[in-house]
């Protein structure tokens, strides 16, 4: 073993924790090139990390992750996305080093990264010998009569506890509250049933044997939950119980146990993670003490030390906000929670925390049921529909669009929030049926909702409706039509002096330009874009990248395509946009098929299966064909039949998808060429309507390096049909 590390999470633990913890296991000249690492500007969180890791190499280091269930949800997985790209990318990559996960809650990961995980699970506390040295340990003067008292009588205690660690910590903090207390009452008083309840009952026990100042303050602790420092108790009881000395009240209970220190230089202070449900449960919900009224005030407490939201430029910035947040929803202050989530959700956006607003928004949207929250649900449905959507579950976000369409034509409709939430509602609506290939609603409703922005006269959203209807015109395969909207809306967007906008419009006009075949056109278009994108949004550099990699795969260019695809890739994963993960992945597995680099291909497009509950036609489509290049024809047939029947179903939803024909007809070729089944006619006929819908340039270059991935498995010609009609 080269070195250990532990991390006590406490409250919570952050990726800052375990990368500066990490770092210093490795000598002095590691230790210092990492630290330059994490304070690059340069380098994003999946840089730093890349790095961290192979830092570790082929030594055998070991990290503890003591009390992990505070970085934990309640469904066992971990919100933070840091730390869970931090675990994903340590499980994933290769090398001899372990971490130890110690928890009350089942860690939980996704299919993809369960075989890395051994789970353990712990149903006793300490052997009884360790146990009982623990409890002399915890009388290091001999005034609680621990040290000195007989062992049989220790391990009796130890056994009636079943050796928790917690529970002896409870015991001696018991006794230092009650000198006089004989040991063998702890023995014939009935506190048990359970593991739990003994813990929970002990806990209790303790609990009560302070005076009502410590419960205050112990009370108080229970409503911050994170480790807090001592001006953060004084601020939540000082309206309330002026009279307490909270440093003096403090100072008791950190002595006898009851809480902890979890930060000496700061002086950060928490309850055990043990008691704090205990607690927390021991405060009323009515009342001039309640939970309502003690959440609102650990809001104020936040508010008061947060970041103005104009200066946050990272997410370490926000953190002050976001736990205002969850303190406000907890007061059922929902309207001000929805006002902090209004004024946070564009940097969280910007910086790819889809995820952390599917938290924060499902919070709201569960609680905003009365009548009285009507215009705040219909905003919370919107942005709950735009998390669901950014990471790839677009059912779910059609079904919330809808209904925030439903409630907002319900309510006075003349008020100007009604309007303009009516308006967000159809352009959300538009834009994932865009998504699910049902183009025709989607261009009405996107219709509607630029009328009613033109009427309005709000040039920021008629920008908005009007790239959107050109998406939507590209997708039908009526690119003329898509380029006319574009320069109007590239218009609209340099009257308004808005770059970041101007950097879409541009992109978007690459992807026309390059469907039309007029690939040196969209190449300008693209580096237009993301030179001013690079300085405004990160998800529009990600997407002219994307696409721009497309257009050298289209013109056979694979070393450029490869080059933008991986950075986009990389970018895609930094902001954890799922939709253009996919997308480059897929295009990145073609490179690899037309370059020979078959290990390559299959490496990059298995996580695009993986990435969202149902997957992609033109991923399974690929990955079919990569699986039957390399001659796995069960599982080739098996993939090539779920891209069919994926393609099939969203042609059924639009008759216009041409994407989705063209799909199907590649994958009865495929399954004609690679799985000897004869399926060549249906194959035509497939190509045949998808022709009829769209036979752009860009798009019939696409489904021809589809096909060439099919050609050296061709013996009998079977293509040369589809390669006519091309």
């Known amino acids: 073993m080269s070195g250990v590390a532990i991390l006590d999470a406490g409250q919570t633990m952050s990726l800052q924790d375990v990368f500066i913890t990490s770092i210093n296991l490795f000598g002095s000249e590691q230790k210092a090139l990492l630290e330059n690492v994490w304070a690059s500007e340069k380098l994003d969180i999946s840089g730093k990390l890349v790095q961290l890791i192979q830092a570790f190499d082929n030594n055998r280091y070991l990290l503890i992750f003591d009390n992990f269930e505070n970085c934990q949800n309640d469904d066992g997985e971990v919100p ?369 909702a630029l009328n009613m922005s033109r009427e309005s006269g709000d040039m920021r959203t008629t920008s908005s409706r009007l790239l959107n209807i050109g998406d939507t015109y590209v997708a039908m395969g009526r690119d003329r039509e898509a380029l006319a909207i574009m320069n109007e809306a590239l218009i609209v967007a340099r009257e308004r002096d808005k770059p970041a906008e101007v950097a879409t419009c541009l992109a978007r006009l690459g992807t026309i330009y390059s469907n039309l075949g007029e690939y040196q056109d969209a190449i300008q278009s693209f580096e237009a874009s993301f030179a001013v994108a690079e300085r405004q949004s990160r998800r529009t550099e990600n997407y002219s990248r994307a696409l721009l990699g497309e257009v050298y795969l289209r013109l056979r260019q694979f070393e450029a395509a490869e080059a933008q695809l991986q950075e986009a890739l990389r970018i895609a994963e930094e902001i954890q946009h799922v939709p253009t993960q996919i997308y480059t992945r897929d295009n990145l597995a073609l490179v690899y098929l037309h370059t020979g680099k078959l290990d390559q291909a299959s490496l990059i497009i298995d996580p695009a299966l993986k990435s969202i509950t149902q997957p992609d036609h033109r991923s399974l489509l690929i990955s079919g064909i990569v699986l039957g290049v390399q001659n796995k024809k069960s599982l080739a047939r098996k993939r090539l039949q779920e891209s069919l029947v994926e393609s099939l179903r969203l042609s059924k939803r639009s008759k216009r998808n041409h994407a989705a024909l063209y799909s199907r007809s590649v994958a009865l070729a495929a399954t004609t060429v690679l799985a000897n089944e004869n399926r060549q006619q249906e194959a035509i006929t497939a190509l045949t309507e998808a022709i009829a819908c769209c036979r752009s340039a860009g798009v019939i270059a696409s489904v021809r390096l589809l096909l060439d991935t099919l050609a050296s498995n061709d013996g009998q010609g079977k293509l040369g049909e589809l390669y006519n009609l091309l």
């Open 80 to 448: 933070d996305p840091d730390l869970a790209a931090f675990l994903a990318m340590w499980m994933s990559a290769p090398h001899r080093s372990k971490i130890l996960v110690l928890t009350r809650v089942e860690y939980k990961t996704t299919s993809a990264y369960r075989v890395f995980v051994n789970k353990i699970p712990l149903v006793e506390g300490l052997p009884v010998t360790d146990a009982v040295s623990m409890l002399r340990n915890l009388d290091p003067d001999g005034g609680l009569n621990l040290a000195n008292a007989p062992e049989n009588t220790l391990k009796a205690i130890v056994e009636k506890v079943g050796g928790l660690p917690r529970a002896l910590e409870i015991i001696a903090n018991m006794i230092s509250q009650n000198p006089l207390l004989p040991l063998n009452v702890l023995l014939t008083e009935e506190l048990y049933d359970t593991y739990r309840d003994e813990l929970t009952q002990l806990i209790g026990g303790a609990y009560l044997r302070f005076g009502p100042n410590s419960r205050r303050v112990m009370k108080a602790l229970s409503v911050y939950r994170s480790p807090v420092p001592i001006v953060a108790i004084q601020f939540l009881l000082k309206n309330s119980h002026p009279e307490i000395d909270i440093v003096a009240t403090l100072t008791t209970l950190i002595r006898s146990h009851a809480i902890k220190v979890t930060d000496p230089e700061f002086k950060l202070v928490a309850l055990h993670s043990s008691d704090l449900d205990f607690v927390y449960s021991t405060i009323p919900h009515e009342g001039p003490h309640s939970l309502p009224v003690l959440h609102r005030a650990a809001a104020q407490y936040y508010a008061q030390i947060e970041v103005p939201i104009e200066n946050c430029s990272s997410y370490a910035h926000l953190e002050s906000h976001l736990i205002k947040f969850d303190h406000l929803v907890k007061s059922g202050d929902y309207t001000d929670a929805s006002i902090v989530l209004d004024q946070i959700e564009p940097k969280l956006w910007n910086w790819g925390y889809s995820a952390l607003i599917l938290s924060m928004a499902t919070k709201l949207y569960d609680r905003l049921e009365s009548p009285e929250f009507s215009v705040d649900r219909v905003d919370v449905a919107i942005k709950l529909g735009y998390a669901y959507f950014n990471l790839g579950r677009y059912e779910p976000a059609e079904h919330l669009f809808e209904e925030s369409l439903a409630i907002a034509s319900e309510t006075n409709q003349t008020a100007p929030k009604i309007l303009k939430l009516r308006n967000s509602s159809l352009n959300a609506l538009g834009v994932t049926y865009l998504q699910l290939g049902e183009y025709e609603k989607s261009l009405a409703v996107l219709s509607e």
